[in-house]
C-alpha cells in the first residue's frame, strides 16, 4: 500500500483485501503472469477477495480450492446466459462478474449451503447492474482498480448477508439475465470504447496523449 501506517477504517481483512486485489492488479499492468478470472480487467477480484479470506479463516488448502471451484461454477452460468466481455455489456460483465463469482466463493467458505452461495453470487450482481466501463485513456488501470477493489468488498458484504438470512427476491438465473440485458442496453461509449464518462474527459485525452508520445500505441482506442 501506498501508506502502510494509514489505519483503515473496518479493520485489517478490508485492508488486507485491497491491498491484495492492488496486487494482482498491479501484476496485471506490469504485464505479469495472471488468472484472468473472469477477465484481465477483473482478475484482482476473485483471488484477492477470496483467498485474503481464507487466510483469516484460516481455512484448508482443499476447501480453498474448492471456494475456488465455486466460483469458477458460477462464472460458468454467467457466461451461458451472458457475456464478460465490457465492449458488449460494461464493467458489470467484468467486475460485476467477478464480485458475484468470488461472492459465492465466500459463501462456501464460510460454511454456507447452495442456496446461500447462489443468493450471495445474485446479491452481488444485483448489486453492481449498470457499472458501465470508461478506462481513462484506454487503460485498464483508472476507475479499473477502484472498481475491482469495489467489487471484492461487495462480494464479501453479499456474501455475509446471504449467510445472515436476506433474501435477493430476484434468483441468480434471472439477475444474470437481468444483467446482460440492462449491459446490452448501455450506450456504446460506457462500454469499453473511451467515447463518455471518465474516458472523455480532459485529464484523460492528456493523459493518453502523453503515453502515446512516449511510444505506447496502444493506449488509445
Do not use: W
Request: proline fraction near 3%; include cysteine.
Amino acid at each position: 500500500l501506498l501508506d502502510p501506517s494509514f489505519q483503515f477504517v473496518g479493520g485489517n481483512l478490508l485492508r488486507d483485501i485491497i491491498s491484495n486485489i492492488s496486487a494482482v492488479m498491479e501484476v496485471k499492468s506490469s504485464l505479469g503472469t495472471i488468472v484472468a478470472a473472469p477477465t484481465a480487467g477483473s482478475c484482482g477480484v476473485v483471488p484477492g477477495t477470496v483467498l485474503t479470506v481464507a487466510k483469516s479463516l484460516n481455512a484448508e488448502r482443499e476447501i480453498v480450492l474448492r471456494a475456488l471451484f465455486v466460483a469458477g461454477l458460477i462464472g460458468i452460468f454467467i457466461a451461458f446466459d451472458s457475456t464478460f466481455s465490457a465492449e458488449l455489456a460494461g464493467c458489470q460483465a467484468e467486475c460485476g462478474s467477478g464480485s458475484g463469482m468470488a461472492a459465492g466463493a465466500l459463501a462456501y467458505l464460510m460454511c454456507g449451503d447452495l442456496r446461500q452461495i447462489l443468493n450471495s453470487a445474485a446479491m452481488a450482481l444485483q448489486s453492481l447492474i449498470g457499472l458501465v466501463c470508461d478506462p481513462v485513456a484506454g487503460r485498464v488501470e483508472v476507475p479499473c482498480l477502484g472498481k475491482n477493489i469495489l467489487a471484492g468488498h461487495n462480494a464479501l458484504a453479499c456474501a455475509n448477508m446471504a449467510l445472515a438470512g436476506f433474501d435477493p427476491v430476484i434468483l441468480l438465473s434471472e439477475t444474470i439475465q437481468a444483467m446482460d440485458e440492462a449491459g446490452r442496453m448501455l450506450p456504446a461509449g460506457l462500454r469499453c470504447t473511451t467515447g463518455a464518462g471518465l474516458a472523455n474527459t480532459d485529464t484523460s485525452r492528456q493523459i493518453g496523449e502523453v503515453l502515446l508520445e512516449k511510444g505506447c500505441k496502444s493506449c488509445l482506442n
